[in-house]
């Protein structure tokens, strides 16, 4: 199971209070600061920054109060910003001068509209009032500049970050970061402690203290860094949820312990409302200022000529100042379509939302781990520089003008809950390091640790300064950058300048590298560093290892990477699904050198639509069936080449009750078709007593599926098996896994000794070479499946037009399909006389008429002919017959298409007039489209009708575990349920029934279609 603790935690009861807020400010700027001209970017973007959001921060810490917020606000400053800010102050006065004249010359240019249209590129008939908004908000500009002149006349930087770290502000943490903002799961151990060693001793240097915490750059963690993060005195850090095994929608966040360290866990569920949100909240509101257009685009060159404000060549026409006029207007309107920026009325507005925002916390109170306490992290940059009102906000929510209301008799609070342990996580696109190792990037990453591996000690001057080249060169930034095609050559000819750099710096340099590091909890990128060459680069040879080291009986995999010339190497890489917590090693053809990891704990890597939702960024039946193919098809299992004995065959209800009738079953396994015998567990002939697995141990199954309090013991233990008291098996799965062998050989000695039924759901028991010792009695053996001898009674093709048949077929999933089929039974029976047709063996053990999956040796025509005999056979003395598909019917078989999936053939086979279709919450419309018009296409070359009925979903995802045979369901909200139902409903004209909830309503459509 992902989780490895629970999340459900109690509360206490105790007073309403307010919520209270935790504000983490990660306060970085990659390494801009120039020597050129100014006005050049990138360096513009640490002197927005600074006039726009770190001068007004340190003017509200100046008259900071802490009885007005109740709560903390941590500022992360990394080494690389800081010892820019300290050695900035010239170039950056310099810059605000530049700025004041533009500003100046902006305030007079705006005064009448002739002055106003002399440079402008488009000249345009402003009213009296619009060019009085313009007017207005070019005297705020003017005004910043002046402010920010006066600020550093009266402060040095420097001073401004030493007063900080003495005055220990109530309620404001200061924490330190890796020195580059470098990716420290990247790193070896030594490296990441030499790193957050350097971020500690850069801060103490310049805050002449300890730091209260360290900021994890992007969130990133991997076990182990805790060690680190404490052995250099550090307590304190900050974790995405997933960090703590959380991705479910209702996870808590909060504030957490484990060990020594205390673990502020960022919400990002509230975060999106101000980073990155929905349209209409906070940034995005029409009335704020436009961030992506500047005066500089507007005007002609000729007006910073003449001004005397060098401009770059390359940077004429479309300069960026920092002066915007501006707003939003809304999401969909292009820049030049802009409506004017009104000063005061997004003035106006900001209050508004920071009492929005209060009462976003308060609404969900539910999300936080002691109701009470949200922890929300956020790129400093964001308040002032990109949301241009933020900084007014932040105010407004830090220091508001009057004090908040607080309990007059607070509590104490309640410790930290402790957490036993933490996960591989980021706060990044699908919270892992998909964006820090792309296609397009993980050769730099390749480059980074090729210098890492080959670093000296820092034992003195000229050491400590080549550690100090490869913190820049291996800082996370230009990685980040390079995905972005505007950041793309500047970011790679930076990285291989510093690249070269640090390399000239290593005389014995070595280019030759192989390694491996997981893009996220199953995808891991293979890399190997070496001399370039003519030829495509040598193939990768991988290995799944044993837990115990070894690889035997593992298969060894043969991959072609792709390859990429770059600083006169090849690095060659390939991107390959592997098994979480699995070992592996790696070596390339023609090497015996091998490098060995290990990939992190199951986890759930998430994607975060438009409207803050997320969903799994795979599909789990698609992922567990590669991965089976991939590692788990060559597991040696005991199976006989010439098996002598053979099992029974059964596949009607009138078989089964015979054999199981009234009897109490041990079932392994719990997989789906374990599921659907404790879902339905009272229509069984033979219910389930006790369920065996070799993975999962949970005491109340019913609950673990949804299907309410069933209290079926499911044991992991295959010592339980002898304890239990049981009078047959049933054995609802292929052997798979060589893990199953213990629970499947204890339950043969069992049911051998004391003459027990035994059922397989497919294949034949007594084809595994597990008797050893033990005499079966083939007559006790069934499995259910048509033998050949029956397929072949009656080969002949018959007239085949039944027209009371109903199927359920899944589209672009399964869920839910043969659940359908069952509930919809007895409800159809109710009124008509109904008769089942199972396509999963599953079937028959609940009271289907008829239920198979295999139909043995016989070839397309004969199993024709045979099916549709026993159709009709069913058909003849019933009102409605109903049956069903076993994947969706726009699945493709690998190598082939669609008319080959079994659903297809299962259509063809029966015709059934009537269809219904199951979808879950997460069906694209367009996909049941697509399926319906799929079903009218087939009807149309076999002359039949065929008619939709509706869309039957069930209350939950369906998701597999850490193997393909293994399936689990997670609930959702109603909320949920409803959004897709909608969805659902008005895109594609058919009605959507909860099942079971709406099962009648959906019998009633079918009865008026008979």
């Given at each position: 199971m992902?989780?490895?603790?629970?999340?459900?935690?109690p509360?206490?009861?105790?007073?309403?209070?307010n919520?209270?807020?935790?504000?983490?400010?990660?306060?970085?700027?990659p390494q801009?600061l120039?020597?050129g001209?100014?006005?050049?970017?990138?360096?513009?973007?640490?002197?927005?920054?600074?006039t726009?959001t770190y001068?007004?921060?340190?003017?509200?810490?100046?008259?900071w109060d802490?009885r007005?917020?109740?709560?903390?606000?941590?500022m992360?400053?990394?080494?690389?910003?800081?010892?820019q800010?300290?050695?900035?102050e010239e170039?950056?006065?310099?810059?605000?001068?530049?700025?004041?004249r533009?500003?100046?010359?902006?305030v007079?240019?705006?005064?009448?509209?002739d002055?106003?249209?002399?440079?402008e590129k488009?000249?345009?008939?402003?009213s009296?009032?619009?060019?009085?908004?313009?007017h207005r908000?070019?005297g705020?500009?003017?005004?910043?500049v002046?402010?920010?002149l006066?600020?550093?006349k009266?402060h040095?930087?420097?001073d401004v970050?030493?007063?900080?770290?003495r005055?220990?502000?109530p309620?404001v943490q200061?924490w330190?970061?890796?020195p580059?903002?470098?990716?420290?799961?990247f790193?070896e151990p030594?490296?990441a402690?030499?790193?957050?060693?350097?971020g500690?001793?850069?801060?103490?240097?310049?805050?002449g203290?300890?730091?209260?915490g360290f900021?994890?750059?992007?969130?990133?963690?991997q076990?182990g860094?805790e060690?680190v993060?404490t052995?250099?005195?550090?307590?304190?850090?900050?974790?995405?949820?997933n960090?703590?095994?959380?991705s479910?929608?209702q996870?808590p966040?909060g504030v957490?312990?484990?060990e020594?360290?205390?673990?502020l866990?960022?919400?990002?569920?509230i975060?999106?409302?101000?980073?990155?949100?929905?349209?209409?909240?906070?940034?995005?509101?029409?009335?704020?200022?436009?961030?992506f257009r500047?005066v500089?685009f507007?005007?002609r060159p000729e007006?910073?000529?003449?001004?005397?404000?060098?401009?770059?060549?390359?940077k004429r026409g479309h300069?960026?100042t920092?002066?915007?006029?501006?707003?939003?207007?809304?999401?969909q309107v292009?820049?030049g379509?802009?409506?004017?920026?009104?000063?005061e009325a997004?003035?106006?507005q900001?209050?508004?939302?920071v009492?929005?925002f209060?009462?976003l916390l308060?609404?969900?109170r539910?999300?936080?781990?002691?109701?009470q306490t949200?922890?929300?992290?956020?790129?400093?940059?964001?308040?002032?520089?990109w949301w241009?009102?933020?900084?007014?906000?932040?105010?407004?929510?830090?220091?508001?003008?009057l004090?908040r209301?607080?309990s007059?008799?607070?509590?104490?609070?309640?410790?930290p809950?402790?957490?036993?342990?933490?996960?591989?996580?980021?706060w990044?696109?699908?919270?892992?390091?998909?964006?820090?190792l792309t296609?397009?990037?993980?050769?730099?990453?390749?480059l980074?640790?090729?210098?890492?591996?080959?670093?000296?000690a820092p034992?003195?001057?000229?050491?400590r300064?080549?550690?100090?080249?490869?913190e820049?060169?291996?800082?996370?930034?230009?990685l980040?950058?390079?995905?972005?095609?505007?950041?793309?050559d500047r970011?790679r000819a930076?990285?291989l300048q510093?690249?070269?750099d640090v390399v000239?710096?290593l005389?014995?340099?070595?280019?030759?590298?192989?390694?491996?590091?997981p893009?996220?909890?199953?995808?891991?990128?293979?890399?190997?560093?070496?001399?370039?060459?003519?030829?495509?680069?040598?193939?990768?040879?991988l290995?799944?290892?044993?837990?115990?080291?070894s690889s035997?009986?593992?298969r060894?995999?043969t991959?072609?990477p792709?390859?990429?010339?770059?600083?006169?190497l090849r690095?060659?890489?390939?991107?390959?699904?592997?098994?979480?917590?699995?070992?592996?090693?790696?070596r390339v053809?023609?090497?015996?050198?091998?490098?060995?990891?290990?990939?992190?704990?199951?986890?759930?890597?998430?994607?975060?639509?438009p409207?803050t939702?997320t969903?799994p960024?795979?599909?789990?039946?698609v992922?567990?069936?590669?991965?089976?193919?991939?590692?788990?098809?060559?597991?040696r299992?005991?199976?006989?080449?010439?098996?002598?004995?053979?099992s029974?065959h059964?596949?009607?209800?009138?078989?089964?009750t015979?054999v199981l009738?009234?009897k109490?079953?041990?079932?392994?396994?719990?997989?789906k078709?374990?599921y659907?015998l404790?879902?339905?567990?009272?229509?069984?002939v033979?219910p389930a007593?006790?369920?065996?697995?070799?993975?999962?141990?949970?005491?109340?199954?019913g609950?673990?599926i949804?299907?309410?309090?069933?209290?079926?013991p499911v044991h992991?233990d295959?010592?339980?098996i002898?304890?239990?008291?049981?009078?047959?098996?049933?054995?609802?799965?292929?052997?798979?896994?060589?893990s199953?062998?213990p629970?499947?050989?204890a339950?043969?000695?069992?049911?051998?000794?004391?003459?027990?039924p035994?059922?397989?759901l497919?294949d034949?028991?007594?084809?595994?070479d597990l008797?050893?010792?033990?005499?079966?009695?083939?007559?006790?053996?069934y499995?259910?499946?048509?033998p050949e001898?029956?397929?072949l009674?009656?080969p002949?093709l018959v007239?085949?037009?039944?027209?009371n048949?109903?199927?359920?077929f899944?589209?672009?999933?399964?869920?839910?399909k043969?659940?359908?089929?069952?509930?919809?039974?007895?409800?159809?029976a109710?009124?008509v006389?109904?008769r089942?047709?199972s396509?999963?063996?599953t079937?028959?053990l609940?009271?289907?008429d008829?239920?198979y999956s295999r139909?043995?040796?016989?070839?397309?025509?004969?199993?024709?002919?045979?099916?549709?005999?026993l159709?009709?056979?069913?058909a003849r003395d019933?009102?409605?017959?109903i049956?069903?598909?076993?994947?969706?019917?726009?699945y493709?078989?690998?190598?082939a298409?669609r008319?080959?999936?079994a659903?297809?053939m299962i259509?063809?086979t029966f015709?059934?007039r009537?269809?219904?279709?199951?979808?879950?919450?997460?069906?694209?419309?367009e996909?049941v489209?697509?399926t319906?018009?799929y079903?009218e296409?087939?009807?149309r070359?076999?002359?039949?009708?065929?008619?939709?009925?509706?869309?039957?979903?069930?209350?939950?995802r369906?998701?597999?575990?850490?193997?393909w045979?293994e399936?689990?369901?997670?609930g959702?909200?109603?909320?949920?349920?409803?959004?897709?139902?909608?969805?659902?409903?008005?895109?594609?004209?058919?009605r959507?029934?909860a099942?079971?909830?709406?099962?009648?309503?959906l019998?009633r459509?079918?009865?008026t279609?008979?």
């Open positions: 992902p989780l490895a603790f629970s999340l459900t935690l509360f206490v009861s105790r007073p309403p209070m919520p209270s807020l935790t504000l983490i400010l990660n306060t970085h700027m801009v120039g020597t001209p100014l006005f050049d970017e990138p360096e513009n973007w640490l002197f927005e920054a600074l726009e001068l007004p921060l340190f003017r509200m810490l100046e008259r802490s007005r917020f109740a709560g903390t606000l941590v992360s400053f990394t080494p690389c910003l800081v010892q800010l300290l050695a900035c170039r950056y006065t310099g810059y605000l001068h530049l700025l004041g533009i500003a100046t010359r902006e007079e240019r705006t005064s009448r509209l002055l106003y249209n002399r440079y488009f000249p345009q008939s402003l009296d009032e619009a060019l009085s908004r313009i908000t070019a705020m500009y003017l005004h910043r002046e402010d920010s006066k600020f550093l009266e040095s930087l420097r970050f030493a007063q900080l770290g005055s220990r502000l309620g200061l330190t970061s890796s580059q903002h470098n990716f420290l799961p790193f030594a490296t402690d030499r790193l957050v060693a350097r500690v001793e850069t801060f103490q240097e310049v805050f203290r300890e730091p209260d900021w994890l750059p992007e969130c990133a963690f076990p860094i060690r993060l052995r250099h005195g550090i307590r304190r850090t900050a974790l995405s949820l960090g703590i095994g959380a479910q929608p996870d966040s957490f312990r484990h020594d360290l205390e673990v866990v960022h919400d990002y569920r975060g999106l409302h101000l980073w990155k949100s929905p349209d209409a909240t906070f940034p995005a509101h029409p009335i704020y200022r436009e961030f500047d500089g507007d005007v007006y910073f000529d003449e001004l005397g404000v060098p401009v770059p060549a390359n300069v960026w920092g002066l915007k006029y501006h707003a939003v207007t809304g999401q292009g820049l379509e802009k409506g004017l920026y009104d000063l997004a003035r106006a900001v209050p508004q939302h009492r929005a209060w009462d308060e609404s969900r539910s999300l936080v781990q002691d109701g949200f922890v929300l992290a956020f790129d400093t940059e964001l308040f002032g520089h241009h009102e933020g900084i007014e906000w932040l105010d407004g929510v830090m220091q508001p003008e004090p209301e607080v007059v008799a607070a509590p104490v609070p309640a410790p809950p402790s957490l036993p342990r933490l996960y591989y996580s980021t990044g696109r699908d919270f892992y390091s998909e964006h820090w296609p397009g990037n993980c050769w730099m990453f390749g980074i640790k090729l210098v890492e591996a080959q670093l000296p034992v003195d001057a000229e050491t300064e080549t550690w100090r080249r490869f820049v060169f291996s800082g996370s930034d230009l980040f950058m390079m995905p972005d095609p505007s950041q793309r970011a930076l990285f510093r690249y070269a000239s710096r005389p014995a340099f070595k280019p030759e590298l192989l390694t491996a590091f893009v996220d909890p199953f995808k891991c990128v293979l890399i190997h560093v070496g001399p370039p060459g003519e030829e495509a680069p040598p193939p990768f040879l290995r799944r290892l044993s837990r115990q080291g035997d009986a593992r060894e995999i991959l072609d792709e390859g990429v010339d770059v600083a006169g690095v060659s890489f390939q991107y390959f699904l592997l098994h979480p917590q699995a070992r592996y090693a790696l053809e023609g090497s015996e050198r091998e490098h060995t990891f290990q990939m992190p704990d199951y986890g759930v890597p998430l994607l975060i639509a409207d939702r969903y960024k795979y599909d789990p039946e992922l567990y069936r590669k991965l089976a193919e991939i590692w788990e098809g060559d597991q299992l005991p199976i006989l080449q010439a098996p002598t004995l053979r029974r059964m596949y009607t209800r009138a078989q089964v015979e009738g009234g109490r079953t041990a079932v392994f396994k719990y997989n078709e374990g659907a404790l879902r339905f567990r009272e229509k069984s033979a007593s006790v369920v065996f697995d070799d993975t999962v141990s949970l005491s109340d199954a609950a673990y949804q299907a309410g309090s069933l209290s079926v992991s295959p010592a339980e002898a304890k239990q008291d049981f009078d047959a098996v049933v054995f609802t799965c292929s052997l798979n896994f060589e199953e062998v629970h499947v050989r339950l043969l000695e069992v049911a051998t000794r004391k003459r027990l035994v059922v397989s497919y034949d028991i007594l084809y595994y008797f050893d010792g033990l005499e079966p009695d083939p007559s006790l053996f499995r259910v499946a048509v001898q029956d397929a009674a009656h002949g007239d085949y037009r039944p027209r048949l109903l199927g359920v899944g589209t672009d999933t399964v869920q839910g043969f659940t359908t089929q069952v509930y919809l039974r007895e409800a159809l109710k009124h006389r109904v089942h047709h396509t999963e063996p079937g028959i609940l009271g289907a008829t239920g139909v043995l040796r016989v070839d397309a025509e004969p199993r024709l002919a045979f099916e549709r005999r159709m009709l056979d069913l019933c009102d409605v017959v049956t069903g598909g076993q994947n969706g019917l726009l493709s078989p690998a190598g298409d008319r080959t999936n659903s297809t259509y063809e015709l059934p009537l269809v219904v279709l199951s979808v879950s919450v997460d069906t694209k419309p996909d489209i697509a319906r018009e079903l296409e087939l009807a070359e076999h002359d039949v009708p065929c008619t939709v009925v509706g869309l039957a979903m069930m209350g939950g369906k998701l597999l575990g850490s193997r045979t399936t689990w369901f997670l959702v909200r109603d909320e949920v349920l409803e959004a897709a139902r909608q969805r659902l409903e008005q895109q594609t004209g058919l959507v029934h099942i079971p909830e709406e099962v009648d309503a019998a459509s079918v009865l279609h008979l």
